[in-house]
Structures are given as C-alpha cells and as structure tokens.
C-alpha cells in the first residue's frame, strides 16, 4: 500500500507559479512511477506529467510543455509538480498517483492516489 498526500495548491493570478509537492508512504516508493493528474468542474480527470523511478524519463501533456516541471526526490518520498506561466484554464483539483507498469498517459494504469489538491488561476 502506498500513501500520497498532495499539498502546494491556492489561488494565483494569471502568469504566477505555484509548486505541487505529493508525500508518499507505505512500500518502496523508488520502485514507482509517478504521475500528476488534474480534473476541472464537469470534465474527466487528465494527464498532465510522469516521471520514471529513476526521473530518466519524463512525460507532458502538450498543454503544460515548457511551462510545468515534474520531478523526484526518491530520498524524501516526495513527487513535485512546478508550475510556472499558469493561465486560468490550468485551474483544477491536481492529483498525485503512483503505477507500477502499464501506460503511463492513462489514468486507469495507476494503483494508488491522493486525496487532490486546488489550483485555481484568476485571470
């Protein structure tokens, strides 16, 4: 079993940063990907990045390229998500998740998840 806990989230104006940190606990959390998630009011929660075990490999989703950095600090347990130039369609309650296999882009692939943490961007 592995424990996330997201945290970081607020409100921001337009071409602000905030930065996203998820905390793990329970089984080895080196030997998991990593993935953040976000889903707005009324749409279907989304893939926004991955990390590999390692941070060797990292994925985005085309919206947030450039702008969004995902990394790791397998020391600390701990997943973060920078995010930088937010616009207001990046408002939504963000997700950390954990997979040990599978697609990395879909959202069914990852075992366990967090509780989500609000982003909201005024413009």
């Known amino acids: 079993q592995v424990q996330l806990v997201e945290s970081g989230g607020g409100l921001v104006q337009a071409g602000g940063s905030l930065r996203l940190s998820c905390a793990t606990s329970g089984r080895t959390f080196s030997s998991y990907a990593m993935g953040w998630f976000r889903q707005a009011p009324g749409k279907e929660r989304e893939f926004v990045a991955a990390i590999s075990w390692s941070a060797g490999r990292t994925y985005y989703t085309d919206s947030v390229k450039g702008r969004f950095t995902i990394s790791r600090d397998n020391a600390r347990n701990t997943v973060y998500l920078q995010m930088n130039s937010l616009k207001p369609e990046d408002t939504a309650v963000y997700y950390c998740?954990?997979?040990?296999?599978?697609?990395?882009?879909?959202?069914?692939?990852?075992?366990?998840w967090g509780q989500g943490t609000q982003v909201t961007v005024s413009s």
């Open positions: 998740a954990a997979r040990s296999g599978g697609n990395w882009f879909s959202r069914y692939d990852y075992e366990y």
